[in-house]
């Protein structure tokens, strides 16, 4: 691994397309595969998704709490998976989505950002509400190893808007406030920084200023989750360039099947790549 995660995303983008399929191993998902809501199902369903998908797809997004059900065992088989689609030259996003302050902050680091961990990722999520400061150990650490970090900015959950959308004393949402110091991070990086925002698609036009950000948006809630391609461009506008498209459910629905999972993909590349090309 050589490089800045940014550069390094954009080299993965570049040459298989921008999107970000999560991995999601949810009971209901392995039931309808047939696979069974177990261990086995769970290593039966993963091993399915790298076959057909991690030599083609240029991020994977798997949650850790689908496979933190199943104990070690279940820790056991993500963390091979991590090793896989790393090793068929995929970028993995592990979805856990940890904040802390202090000496818990950096460990959560060293678990998943430094390359002497056996669960090292490229990048996590992280939550910024116990201050965006308490995320300074996570994004050393990130840099430091060439990985990157990505900051819940606006998500697309019900309860969201009540956090996210309110006002901080000089009138920013604190949505833009995360906005506002994930891009004081990547100020002057090139070809993009290595602190990314999460921001849902399902979000609608809310005014929010994703211009400066200048790091990876991650896009969550495509597909099965109510938006289409189409709402990237209403999202997003200009700032669209560095957005990751992630789709979830809507591909992993056509499993187990590798064929239909490889075509699924491949339909919801093609539908991004239109929204996101549009000039207007």
């Known amino acids: 691994m050589t490089g800045s995660f940014g550069a390094r995303l954009e080299a993965a983008v570049a040459a298989r397309g921008r999107l970000c399929v999560g991995i999601d191993p949810h ?11 177990d261990v086995a199902g769970l ?10 998908l991690a030599d083609r797809v240029a991020v994977f ?19 091979s998976t991590i090793r896989q689609l790393r090793s068929a030259g995929a970028i993995v996003i592990l979805d856990v989505k940890r904040g802390d302050i202090g000496s818990t902050a ?28 308490s995320l300074q150990p996570m994004i050393d650490i990130a840099i430091r190893n060439g990985n990157g970090l990505f900051v819940l900015a606006l998500t697309s959950n019900p309860e969201a808007p009540s956090v996210q959308h309110a006002l901080t004393a000089d009138g920013r949402t604190v949505g833009q406030l995360i906005l506002d110091e994930v891009s004081q991070v990547n100020t002057g990086v090139q070809p993009l920084g290595s602190v990314g925002v999460v921001v849902g698609a399902t979000i609608g036009e809310t005014g929010h200023d994703f211009s400066s950000v200048n790091g990876p948006i991650l896009a969550p809630g495509l597909g099965a989750q ?51 090309a549009t000039t207007s």
């Open 27 to 37: 009971a209901a998902l392995l039931t309808a595969w047939g696979v069974g809501d």
């Open 106 to 133: 950096t460990a959560y680091a060293q678990a998943y950002l430094d390359p002497a961990s056996p669960m090292c990722v490229d990048a996590i999520t992280a939550s910024p509400y116990l201050g965006f400061g």
């Open 226 to 276: 109510g938006a289409g391609a189409a709402d990237l461009v209403t999202v997003f506008g200009t700032a669209r360039r560095a957005v990751l498209p992630s789709y979830s459910r809507e591909i992993l629905a056509e499993g187990p099947d590798t064929a239909r999972l490889r075509t699924a993909t491949e339909r919801a590349l093609a539908a991004c790549a239109d929204a996101l």
């Open 61 to 79: 997004k798997p949650q850790s709490a689908f496979y933190e059900r199943f104990g070690t065992r279940g820790m056991a088989i993500l963390e």
């Open 43 to 52: 290593e039966r369903f993963s091993a399915t998704v790298v076959e057909a």
